[in-house]
């Protein structure tokens, strides 16, 4: 295998990942940098399958193997970079699939990702036709064994999109204490700041590129923005709802930093 550097940025999906894609394109010569390539949605499948008890994990590196396994090695540039919420559980289920793998692991408030992904989930009918007729599109609750049937029966689609952004983050933050290099960074502490750079540059360390400075403005002009439609910002949401979702997320939530506004405070009490 040539001497070129695996890195996957990966997240529950509604972080950046096509920003972060096109941005260390224009930025860094040096590295091909992708979003979602390849197969990569066959392999969301069949892992969402495999944490439901119903694929092996031997079938899931196979098909890793014949569907997107050559994609580094044929690499010509020496840093191959995708950014992709599909393989959100391929690093921690199999890292040696990518030899010398480092990971960024983007997470964003909760709140904010349950809203942009109802709306996003019915802006686009590819969207619209994945997330609602095709299975194993996302993890299923009852059968990874975290939910009992009786309650998994009757969720809500926000309750299921809150205990999907925790079981995913579950999945992801456990390489932090593996082999595998890994960074965790808040998608807010980029996108709703005015100082990213500093952020940016240690995500440019660990990765091994060189430092790039004057590209505040660039985090200003995030892609694949959600419309809004339908389901409002958690300001709006009811009582109920911040229930719903604080009982499903709320140790991870206050884990990544979120969820100590007094307004929310008052919402869950």
């Known amino acids: 295998m040539k001497d070129t550097q695996p890195i996957l940025i990966i997240s529950t999906g509604r972080t ?54 050559e994609e580094v090695e044929t690499c010509e540039k020496r840093f191959h970079i995708d950014a992709n919420c599909f393989l959100y559980g391929l690093a921690p289920l199999a890292p040696e699939l990518y030899p010398n793998l480092k990971v960024i692991h983007i997470v964003r408030d909760p ?22 007729f095709v ?24 309750e299921k999109y809150c205990w999907i952004w925790d079981f995913k983050n579950h999945v992801m933050e456990g390489l ?18 005015n100082n990213p750079e500093a952020l940016f540059s240690t995500i440019t360390d660990f990765m091994g590129l060189p430092r790039i ?14 419309a809004k439609t339908d389901f409002p910002e958690w300001q709006q949401w009811t009582s109920r709802q911040a229930v719903q979702l604080q009982s499903l997320c ?20």
Request: aromatic share 18%; net charge positive; glycine share 8%.
């Open 250 to 269: 709320g140790a991870r939530m206050a884990k990544y930093g979120y969820g100590g506004e007094t307004d929310w405070l008052e919402k869950i009490k």
């Open 111 to 132: 709140r904010a990702y349950v809203t942009s992904h109802l709306n996003f989930s019915r802006q686009k009918w590819t969207s619209f036709i994945a997330n609602y």
């Open 213 to 226: 400075t004057g590209i505040r403005n660039r985090f200003r002009e995030p892609a694949n923005t959600s």
């Open 176 to 193: 932090e204490n593996s082999t595998t290099p890994y960074l965790r960074v808040r998608f807010e502490d980029l996108f709703n700041t």
């Open 16 to 69: 950046g990942t096509i920003f972060f894609s096109r941005l260390f394109a224009d930025l860094y010569p040096v590295s091909a940098s992708y979003h979602e390539r390849g197969a990569s949605r066959p392999i969301q499948i069949l892992t969402n399958l495999h944490f439901s008890h119903l694929f092996p994990k031997s079938g899931l590196k196979l098909a890793w193997k014949m569907l997107k396994g």
């Open 135 to 158: 299975p194993f599109w996302q993890p299923n609750p009852f059968l990874v064994g975290e939910i009992p049937w009786s309650k998994a029966i009757g969720f809500t689609r926000f």
